[in-house]
């Protein structure tokens, strides 16, 4: 998950020590997810994410909350 964070900046355009750089100070995923209320996996395709949120969406809307 790290490798496929940093190459995706690369990709962009980022230099990859400076990437790398401030991953390293950021929290860690540990502290992410245990912060997290929902937490989608990005490792996949576009579509494969997208189909994550669109079920978490409707099951959010299932149970009856609204944005605030």
């Known amino acids: 998950k ?5 190459a995706r900046a ?10 790398r750089r401030r991953i390293a100070r950021q929290i860690t995923d540990a502290q992410r997810l245990e912060a997290a209320d929902v937490v989608f ?7 494969e994410l997208r189909n994550q949120v ?10 009856g909350y609204k944005l605030a």
Do not use: F
């Open 54 to 63: 669109v079920s978490w969406w409707h099951d959010y809307r299932a149970r």
């Open 2 to 6: 790290l490798e496929t964070r940093i």
């Open 41 to 47: 996996n990005n490792d996949g395709t576009p579509d």
């Open 10 to 19: 690369v990709a962009a355009g980022w230099d990859e020590d400076d990437v």
